[in-house]
């Protein structure tokens, strides 16, 4: 059973949009759990972006997000969005969503708190 699945990526222009969709198992966003974003660009380690508790809608970003990425939640659809702007080459990775237990996740800044993860979705800025 395929518990998240990230879609949403492509090529994009230096300075363009794009937004990513996580659609996950349904007590992801019955119960108090926390998606979080995530990406790793080639030869880094997989960094934190941004999280959203899904359980209050309380969301929690990073530095990488820098306020150009937004998180939501459409739960009819049980599926969280990150909306990035304002996107830059270095922004270029595979984006995961991940989902943890607790709302709290969000806010600990521990990647070793998320059970599930998304398979990921490519995105490329180019310059």
């Known amino acids: 059973e395929v518990q998240l699945q990230a879609s949403g990526g492509g090529l994009v222009q230096s300075g363009g949009s794009l937004r990513l969709s996580c659609t996950g198992s349904s007590r992801f966003f019955r119960d108090d759990w926390t998606i979080g974003w995530f990406r790793q660009a080639p030869g880094k380690e997989r960094e934190a972006v941004i999280c959203i508790e899904t359980g209050t809608g309380l969301t929690t970003d990073e530095d990488s997000a820098e306020g150009r990425f937004t998180v939501t939640q459409d739960k009819a659809k049980n599926t969280v969005y990150l909306q990035m702007n304002n996107l830059r080459p270095d922004d270029t990775a595979v984006y995961y969503c991940?989902?943890?237990?607790?709302?709290?996740?969000?806010?600990?800044?521990?990647?070793?708190?998320?059970?599930?993860w998304g398979q990921g979705t490519q995105v490329t800025v180019s310059s």
């Open positions: 991940a989902a943890g237990l607790y709302g709290e996740t969000c806010r600990i800044h521990n990647i070793s708190l998320y059970d599930y």
